[in-house]
């Protein structure tokens, strides 16, 4: 079945740099696009990052373009997000999550279950 | 960035029927998306490209897409329904409503 587990989150000082992951199993990864969407406490979903099935497009919000890279390994299965010059606000779960092209759309069919990350002094 | 309000909340009886609403300037002419999110837990995509229902939910989800408004359904709504639910549209970037909390009385 398709799975996908996030690691690398935990507690970071502001302005400090944090690398998560995301590896995928169950299904070809290689043949998917990749997102990461972030929830911060008690507030709504927040799509940071989209990343082509063979990592030759990246799409950002321009809320976040410039200070968080996607990238993948598709030999290892495994998506990765590198954020720098973290800050308070970037507290929240952060989610990967497969998508599927149709009919000029993107929509996401399979979630990780996310990694906290805090950002605390 | 493309703006979809939804309400913040929404109460419906058990077994009655429950109506989210998701706004945007000329929705109908996107495809919308709904994700199902209870406490804890990731999003789970229960209805794509306006009304298509994904292997393993309930049929009595459903959903719509006309003019400025697109619609999420439930019908004969149970305790398990109780979730806060999203819409999402692709726009040249990913958008994901406010999101609307649903109680079942």
């Known amino acids: 079945q398709v799975q996908l587990v996030e690691s690398g989150g935990g507690v970071v000082q502001p302005g400090r740099s944090l690398r998560l992951s995301c590896e995928g199993s169950?299904?070809?990864?290689?043949?998917?696009?990749m997102n990461w969407v972030r929830q911060a406490p008690a507030k709504g979903l927040e799509w940071l990052a989209r990343?082509?099935?063979?990592?030759?497009?990246?799409v950002y919000p321009e809320s976040v373009k410039g200070r968080f890279t996607v990238s993948r390994d598709n030999s290892r299965n495994t998506l990765y997000f590198q954020m720098n010059s973290l800050t308070f606000e970037d507290t929240g779960v952060y989610y990967c999550?497969?998508?599927?092209?149709?009919?000029?759309?993107?929509?996401?069919?399979?979630w990780g279950p996310g990694t906290l990350v805090t950002v605390s002094s | 960035s493309y703006e979809l309000p939804q309400p913040l909340s929404v109460s419906v009886a058990l077994g009655q029927t429950a109506t989210i609403t998701c706004g945007g300037n000329?929705?109908?002419?996107?495809?919308v998306h709904w994700y199902q999110q209870k406490p804890g837990q990731a999003p789970v995509l229960v209805i794509y490209?306006?009304?298509n229902r994904p292997s393993g939910v309930p049929e009595r989800f459903s959903g719509s897409n006309w003019g400025n408004t697109a619609t999420l359904t439930i019908s004969r709504a149970q305790a398990g329904d109780e979730a806060d639910y999203y819409c999402?549209?692709?726009?040249?970037?990913?958008?994901f409503g406010g999101g609307t909390k649903l109680t079942v009385l």
């Open positions: 000329n929705i109908g002419s996107k495809s």
């Open positions: 990343i082509g099935h063979d990592g030759a497009l990246e």
């Open positions: 169950g299904f070809p990864f290689s043949n998917y696009g």
């Open positions: 999550a497969r998508d599927i092209w149709n009919d000029g759309t993107y929509y996401f069919d399979y």
């Open positions: 490209t306006n009304s």
């Open positions: 999402q549209v692709w726009d040249s970037r990913t958008a």
